[in-house]
């Protein structure tokens, strides 16, 4: 029998501000209830709201694994966090651009709490911090919900997927699980305020596995391609 080892949470000894933008941060009990009522809230807006529709629910493994999509507005990370039930809802992470979700206390402490969101920085990302993004994923059995176009479309086209997936999954069994969400767009494009009542469908793919892939730039980028031509084929005709 393994023997019991305790080990201290990853955030131990934090500020509480910093926390909230840490990459190392766990879920408290008070985080987990105020994530639980957000989903509750959440899943309940889109059935009513946008009339969500959702297939291939099934594909869906147990964690750690990775949903990707495409994305072309706030309301892609939303939708993807509120069809996750039980063990996976509560290890879900959505990784949201820090400048965007993380710029001032009040909304970092809405993505942290609510959407439990971990902080990519556009464009001056670490090396050491896409390495903690993977050891967690792997150690911890975690959900992450990743957009690896990078940025929202404006034109509603979907753009080429970047390499940083391949960085978190290539050489391991981590599977990825391709999504797509249709209407999105219409419903909420980035130059408007406030989303409009326009339905919303997403498909889930069967699961992608990269253990084959060599975790180097060029493995990376034929991650990125194999996702990419994924979500694609979930788009509809």
Same mark, same amino acid.
């Given at each position: 029998?393994?023997?019991?080892?305790?080990?201290?949470?990853?955030?131990?000894?934090?500020?509480?501000?910093?926390?909230?933008?840490?990459?190392?941060?766990?879920?408290?009990?008070?985080?987990?209830?105020?994530?639980?009522?957000?989903?509750?809230?959440?899943?309940?807006? @889109?059935?009513?709201?946008?009339?969500?529709?959702?297939?291939?629910?099934?594909?869906? =493994?147990?964690? =750690?694994?990775?949903?990707?999509?495409?994305?072309?507005?706030?309301?892609?990370?939303?939708?993807?966090?509120?069809? @996750?039930?039980?063990?996976?809802?509560?290890?879900?992470?959505? @990784?949201?651009?820090?400048?965007?979700?993380?710029?001032?206390?009040?909304?970092?402490?809405?993505?942290?709490?609510?959407?439990?969101?971990?902080?990519?920085?556009?464009?001056?990302?670490?090396?050491?911090?896409?390495?903690?993004?993977?050891?967690? @994923?792997?150690?911890?059995?975690?959900?992450?919900?990743?957009?690896?176009?990078?940025?929202?479309?404006?034109?509603?086209?979907?753009?080429?997927?970047?390499?940083?997936?391949?960085?978190?999954?290539?050489?391991?069994?981590?599977?990825?699980? =391709?999504?797509?969400?249709?209407?999105?767009?219409?419903?909420?494009?980035?130059?408007?305020?406030?989303?409009?009542? $326009?339905?919303?469908?997403? $498909?889930?793919?069967?699961?992608?596995?990269?253990?084959?892939?060599?975790?180097?730039?060029?493995?990376?980028?034929?991650?990125?391609?194999?996702?990419?031509?994924?979500?694609?084929?979930?788009?509809?005709?």
């Amino acid at each position: 029998m393994k023997e019991f080892e305790l080990r201290p949470a990853r955030d131990h000894g934090l500020p509480a501000e910093q926390r909230l933008r840490s990459l190392s941060r766990e879920r408290g009990l008070g985080s987990v209830l105020v994530g639980g009522a957000w989903r509750a809230l959440l899943r309940t807006y @889109l059935a009513a709201f946008h009339r969500l529709e959702v297939t291939g629910r099934e594909n869906l =493994p147990p964690a =750690p694994f990775v949903l990707v999509a495409n994305h072309a507005s706030h309301l892609d990370a939303l939708t993807l966090s509120a069809v @996750l039930r039980g063990d996976a809802a509560r290890r879900a992470h959505a @990784l949201a651009a820090g400048d965007t979700f993380f710029g001032s206390t009040l909304s970092s402490a809405f993505a942290a709490y609510a959407v439990n969101a971990l902080p990519v920085w556009r464009k001056k990302t670490r090396a050491s911090e896409i390495a903690t993004l993977r050891e967690r @994923l792997i150690e911890d059995r975690l959900v992450y919900i990743l957009f690896p176009e990078g940025t929202r479309c404006r034109d509603g086209a979907m753009a080429r997927f970047q390499p940083g997936i391949g960085a978190l999954v290539a050489g391991t069994q981590v599977p990825v699980v =391709p999504c797509f969400l249709d209407g999105a767009f219409a419903a909420w494009p980035p130059q408007r305020r406030f989303p409009a009542p $326009r339905r919303l469908r997403l $498909r889930i793919g069967a699961p992608l596995r990269f253990e084959d892939c060599a975790a180097s730039r060029q493995g990376w980028e034929d991650v990125a391609a194999r996702c990419e031509a994924a979500v694609r084929g979930l788009a509809p005709a």
